[in-house]
């Protein structure tokens, strides 16, 4: 496709379910970004893959958030054992390479009760 | 934790206005961006400024740097009903590649 999809748009878990959120960059982007946007706030990174490495995970809030690129295009952000405070909306973005704009898809916006 | 401070963090203007958005943000940086984002939407890159640059210009966007007070304008000319949005400055300070935003600028143009 011409941008980055996400998907779903929305999830409603309820606590202590695992969730798996996917992203499909746009073809060719070396670079995947995973970010976590809270209400009202601007979007806080989580993880960057280069391909199919994942060179920088500093961002995860915890051991429960776990993210791949097997394959070094789709990626899949999965939180295990989710609690209230995962609730979000979880962005990915993909660039060409660093210092490269990045383009971001419309997001999941994560609900956990 | 965030990077950036938008400022104002509300502005409320009149189509045809011009609208400034100033960010500061607190260490060194190769580049500083700005993005849009409508409500329910994801972001979208309007312009990038690298730290050698002092202005730059796209289409009705003018940006300017001054890294000896890390910080950043946006200036939109001439305002549309469709400008309306959060705008939200960017650095990659530090990794060099992760984005740091700030909480971001809250745009209202009235027709």
């Known amino acids: 496709g011409a941008g980055v999809s996400q998907s779903p748009r929305y999830k409603v878990a309820k606590r202590g379910q695992d969730v798996a959120l996917r992203c499909d960059p746009i073809?060719?982007?070396?670079?995947l970004f995973w970010y976590q946007q809270a209400l009202g706030q601007g979007p806080e990174f989580l993880t960057y893959f280069q391909n199919e490495a994942q060179l920088d995970k500093s961002g995860l809030p915890s051991d429960r958030f776990f993210a791949e690129r097997p394959e070094g295009s789709v990626s899949t952000l999965k939180i295990q054992r989710t609690q209230q405070e995962d609730s979000a909306v979880y962005l990915c973005?993909?660039?060409?390479?660093?210092?490269?704009?990045?383009?971001f898809g419309d997001g999941t916006r994560l609900s956990i009760l | 934790s965030q990077q950036g401070e938008e400022d104002p963090q509300a502005l409320s203007i009149q189509e045809g206005e011009n609208a400034t958005m100033n960010c500061s943000y607190k260490t060194s940086i190769n580049n500083l961006q700005w993005y849009r984002q409508n409500s329910g939407r994801g972001l979208v890159h309007l312009i990038l400024?690298?730290?050698?640059?002092r202005e730059k210009h796209s289409g009705r966007l003018r940006v300017t740097l001054d890294t000896s007070k890390k910080s950043s304008s946006l200036l939109i000319t001439a305002s549309r009903a469709a400008d309306t949005a959060s705008y939200f400055c960017?650095?990659?300070?530090?990794?060099?590649?992760?984005?740091?935003f700030g909480k971001g600028t809250s745009l209202l143009v009235t027709p």
């Open positions: 960017a650095t990659d300070s530090g990794s060099g590649y992760a984005l740091n």
């Open positions: 400024i690298r730290s050698n640059e």
């Open positions: 073809s060719g982007h070396v670079s």
């Open positions: 973005a993909s660039s060409t390479g660093t210092g490269s704009p990045q383009h």
